[in-house]
């Protein structure tokens, strides 16, 4: 049987990903023809060090690439499209991959200023955690969305870090105090 899906999504992460994953790289090229360019001229300028000087390009151009990959993985691990049904949340990121999270399977839900985030295991018992922008169009109704579904299936609803219950709505908003003028 057919499953109905709400979907939001949000293109423009798509190409803001392609666009600083094509700057990394280009820059790593840049970088390392440098440091391979370097290494061999700095035999005419130092003999001696010449041993020491390659060791240091190498050690500079791993570590960059270390430092590039690990960007590339978290540039490739924004979701750019999420699907929601009763049963469960469907998450698609940049690099191409799908992540399924079933709301029973949900630990908890976050709510923040800068997103929300979808906390618990797949079928595969894989712990994940879901960050969706609060940048993405339809936010609002992304996170109401979600929210309602979290809690129709009893699972925790947090405000940034904090069980949404231990939360002093007055402190918040003053306004809110019984006994206080609403203008």
């Known amino acids: 049987m057919a499953e109905w899906f709400q979907v939001f999504d949000d293109e423009r992460v798509l190409v803001s990903?392609?666009?600083?994953?094509?700057?990394?790289?280009?820059?790593?090229?840049?970088?390392?023809?440098?440091l391979v360019a370097l290494a061999?001229?700095?035999t005419?300028?130092?003999p001696a060090h010449a041993g020491l000087a390659a060791l240091a390009c190498g050690v500079v151009l791993t570590a960059y690439?270390?430092?590039l990959l690990r960007r590339l993985g978290r540039l490739h691990r924004r979701l750019w499209r999420i699907e929601?049904?009763?049963?469960?949340?469907v998450a698609h990121d940049a690099g191409g991959r799908r992540v399924a999270l079933a709301?029973?399977?949900?630990?908890?839900?976050?709510?923040?200023?800068?997103?929300?985030?979808?906390?618990g295991r797949t079928t595969l018992g894989r712990r994940v955690r879901l960050h969706?922008?609060?940048?993405?169009?339809?936010?609002a109704r992304f996170?109401?969305?979600?929210?309602?579904?979290?809690?129709?299936?009893?699972?925790?609803?947090?405000?940034e870090g904090q069980p949404w219950e231990a939360i002093d709505v007055t402190s918040i908003h003053p306004g809110l105090r019984t006994g206080s003028a609403v203008a």
């Open 17 to 34: 990903v392609r666009t600083r994953a094509r700057r990394l790289v280009i820059a790593f090229a840049l970088v390392s023809g440098g």
């Open 44 to 46: 005419l300028v130092a």
């Open 65 to 67: 690439a270390a430092w």
């Open 143 to 159: 996170a109401h969305r979600a929210v309602e579904y979290a809690e129709a299936f009893g699972r925790p609803v947090w405000v």
């Open 103 to 119: 709301w029973q399977a949900l630990d908890q839900i976050d709510v923040r200023t800068d997103g929300l985030v979808l906390s």
């Open 84 to 89: 929601l049904s009763f049963r469960r949340a």
């Open 40 to 42: 061999p001229l700095s």
């Open 132 to 139: 969706v922008a609060a940048s993405m169009p339809q936010f």
